[in-house]
């Protein structure tokens, strides 16, 4: 059964650069889903972030555009996120998943998240 | 943006209760729902999609249904590993964007 691990720092300062990988474990990154990553504020809702497909075309959050870029690495079976300008906002718990095939309206299959401060 | 309301925020019930949560949304989306749950520590899981369609491996006490603007969530018999949040998602195809409600807090009385 396919499964997904996120990795990264668990700290991070104000204005530096965020960058979280996803494993996909059993599974291939280039399975024809789209895969995306959502994140959870500390008592807050849940948050799209973007989604990448395996040939690396992209769509993001309108809000978070401008400080937002993800990538495929065919290689290491991942992708990864990037988001700059980090504030304490950005404070949350950052969950990949991945999106069903064929219906990419819904995600059928989540990581465990990894709890991202942003903290000086 | 097309946005989402939940219905309760948050609901106390006991074991083997009917339970029943409700998502708006601002405008009609047709079917184009799912529902989640999250519980702490452990990664989301899909329940529903296309607001009546059950995920593979979903206990069957779960259901869904609505269409347009209005859309439920029912277990029928809640059970004690059912304490969780629940939340609803939609899709907007232009620009393409995901957006979830606020969620639905379940917990047992």
């Known amino acids: 059964q396919m499964q997904l691990q996120e990795s990264g720092p668990g700290l991070v300062k104000p204005s530096e650069t965020l960058s979280l990988t996803c494993a996909v474990l059993?599974?291939?990154?280039?399975?024809?889903?789209?895969w995306s990553w959502v994140r959870q504020s500390p008592g807050k809702g849940l948050e799209w972030i973007g989604e990448?497909?395996?040939?690396?075309?992209?769509n993001y959050n309108p809000s978070l555009k401008s400080r937002v870029s993800m990538s495929v690495d065919k290689s290491k079976n991942q992708f990864s996120l990037r988001l700059s300008s980090l504030t304490a906002a950005d404070t949350a718990v950052y969950y990949c998943?991945?999106?069903?095939?064929?219906?990419?309206?819904?995600?059928?299959?989540w990581g465990l998240g990894t709890l991202v401060t942003v903290s000086s | 943006d097309i946005q989402l309301t939940q219905s309760p925020s948050f609901l106390s019930a006991s074991v083997g209760d009917r339970v029943t949560v409700t998502c708006r949304a601002s405008q009609g989306i047709s079917n184009y729902l799912a529902w989640y749950q999250l519980k702490p520590g452990e990664a989301p899981q899909l329940l529903i999609y296309a607001a009546s369609t059950l995920q593979t491996g979903v206990p069957s006490r779960f259901s869904g249904s609505g269409s347009g603007t209005e859309f439920t969530l029912t277990i029928s018999g809640l059970q004690p590993e059912d304490i969780a949040t629940y939340y609803c998602q939609q899709l907007s195809s232009y620009p393409r964007l995901f957006t979830f409600g606020p969620g639905t807090k379940v917990e047992i009385k």
């Open positions: 059993g599974g291939s990154i280039s399975s024809g889903n789209w």
């Open positions: 990448i497909y395996q040939s690396g075309s992209t």
């Open positions: 998943a991945r999106e069903l095939k064929n219906i990419p309206y819904y995600f059928d299959s």
